[in-house]
């Protein structure tokens, strides 16, 4: 009987100590893992998001769909047209009749061109026969008369010349007017669309192009105003292919060539690349043609970089370089684990996409995985995240303010103002020092530590 007590009492003792042991060694890996790491949160995203969102190391410009060139045709302002042949919203090709002139009226005038030749060319006769006449008289004069008769036939030679001056100058203007008769259809310069028909037309200075008698709206209707800076335009050539984005859905695109530069700088100012905005450049204006309207709306805001193949659609995973380590024993990605760690993963890495700067990835990665962006604070076990308020929040507690008592020298003095000269302690410095004078304004901007050349208006930063 005491033996088997025996047995009950160590087995209860063994089960004892065994849980305990689990307990313990539970507890120890439960605090290993939440202490690995330094703490801070990393930010992954998913890999198929990441190769999906276009990487191409490319500049991007803003672009509106607009109307495309409109191309006037202008009308004689000395003739008058007898016919128009097309209305507003034809359809023409080139060299089709646009209208034509009055050629009645434009006969008359040659009929009287003609006549005027004709009288030009009796009156040299006339002035021929009368030098001929007074050469004879001479011939028969005295010496003293002779000099009279020289004077009037070298008087009546130079009428002589003046009139079969006026003879070539008509003969010219007779060239012109049977050629008006004989081209007097005007045709279609191109294809496109009669815009409109305008009987008094003249250059409003509009940016419209109906400026002319009848204005042709070139075929494809539609065409790509894009804008960039003076410093990116150079980037920029004739015939470079791009592609088109939609500002709304990425995955929606076109592509198109450029077609031509405005060197001219635009009137007024706007943002030129992606992200972009807030200088003062000059801005300049490039068109692209479409390969194909479908989707397109007249004034919507698009997107167009240069075409260098990021559009098309890779085999393979290709993963941009920078979110590759790579060191001398591998190549390596920040990978998020089955346990929400970040763990420093080898992959093996093929072709190189240099257009994009991007490296086919053959192994360690799929574009299920979630990875990070290879930064100097992660380390190997820290805790991921994909929502990026609590990145926002982390950065926020990271740049807070220092512990501790403000110094007395970052105190404000008698003037409400802050001593922005310390230099005596480089922790506080990296806060406040920025080596101009404070203006002693408040407001819900952030001080720029600028003085401002109009400091009276209560307002800093403006």
């Known amino acids: 009987m005491n033996k088997k007590r025996l047995i009950i009492i160590i087995s209860i003792a063994a089960a004892v100590l065994i849980a305990g042991g689990l307990a313990a060694f539970f507890i120890i890996k439960h605090n290993r893992e939440n202490n690995e790491g330094n703490g801070k949160l990393v930010y992954v995203q998913k890999v198929s998001d990441i190769i999906g969102s ?9 672009g509106i769909v607009e109307s495309q ?15 128009v042949y097309v209305e507003e919203g034809d359809i023409v090709k080139k060299d089709d009749p646009l209208f034509e002139y009055d050629t009645e009226s434009m006969q008359m005038e040659l009929d009287s061109l003609k006549l005027e030749l004709q009288s030009i060319s009796n009156t040299i006769a006339s002035l021929n026969a009368t030098v001929k006449d007074l050469a004879a008289q001479r011939a028969e004069a005295s010496d003293e008369d002779k000099k009279e008769y020289t004077a009037e036939i070298n008087s009546t030679n130079a009428q002589i010349a003046e009139e079969r001056y006026n003879y070539s100058v008509k003969e010219k203007e007779i060239s012109r007017a049977e050629e008006a008769i004989k081209s007097s259809v005007v045709l279609s310069p191109m294809d496109g ?10 250059d409003d200075g509009s940016d419209s192009g109906e400026t002319g008698y009848i204005n042709i709206m070139a075929a494809g209707e539609y065409r790509i105003k894009g804008t960039a800076t003076e410093e990116s335009i150079t980037n920029i050539t004739r015939d470079m292919p791009v592609i088109i984005h939609s500002r709304v859905d990425e995955n929606v695109m076109w592509h198109g060539t450029v077609t031509s530069i405005n060197l001219e700088p635009d009137s007024g100012n706007g943002d030129d690349m ?18 194909n309207i479908d989707g397109l709306i007249l004034g919507q805001h698009l997107y167009i970089e240069q075409d260098l193949g990021q559009g098309e659609v890779k085999e393979g995973l290709y993963l941009p370089a920078y979110f590759i380590l790579m060191e001398e024993d591998g190549n390596y990605v920040w990978k998020k684990d089955e346990k929400d760690r970040i763990r420093k993963t ?45 990145m926002l929040e982390q950065m926020g507690d990271d740049e807070g303010m220092p512990d501790g008592d403000i110094p007395d020298d970052m105190m404000m003095d008698d003037d409400m103002m802050m001593d922005d000269a310390t230099l005596g302690d480089p ?17 819900d901007y952030t001080d720029d530590g600028n003085v401002d050349n109009d400091t009276d208006n209560g307002n800093d930063g403006e």
């Not at 060139?69 to 016919?83: L, M, R, Y």
């Not at 574009?367 to 609590?390: H, L």
Request: net charge negative; with cysteine; glycine share 10%.
């Open 193 to 202: 669309i009669i815009k409109s028909i305008k009987e008094n037309s003249v």
């Open 427 to 443: 922790e506080y410095d990296e806060y406040f020092d920025d080596g101009y004078m404070d203006d002693g304004y408040t407001d």
């Open 274 to 291: 992606y992200g972009g905005g807030g200088d003062t450049s000059s801005k300049y204006s490039f068109y692209v043609e479409p390969e």
């Open 69 to 83: 060139e409109i191309k006037p045709v202008q009308k004689d302002a000395d003739k008058t047209v007898g016919k």
């Open 54 to 62: 276009g990487v191409g190391m490319t500049n991007r410009y803003m």
């Open 346 to 390: 080898p992959v093996t890495i093929g072709e190189y996409d240099e257009a994009n700067d991007c490296y086919e990835i053959t192994e360690g990665l799929t574009e299920d995985d979630y990875i990070a962006f290879p930064d100097v604070n992660v380390e190997e076990g820290n805790k991921t995240t994909t929502n990026y308020d609590e």
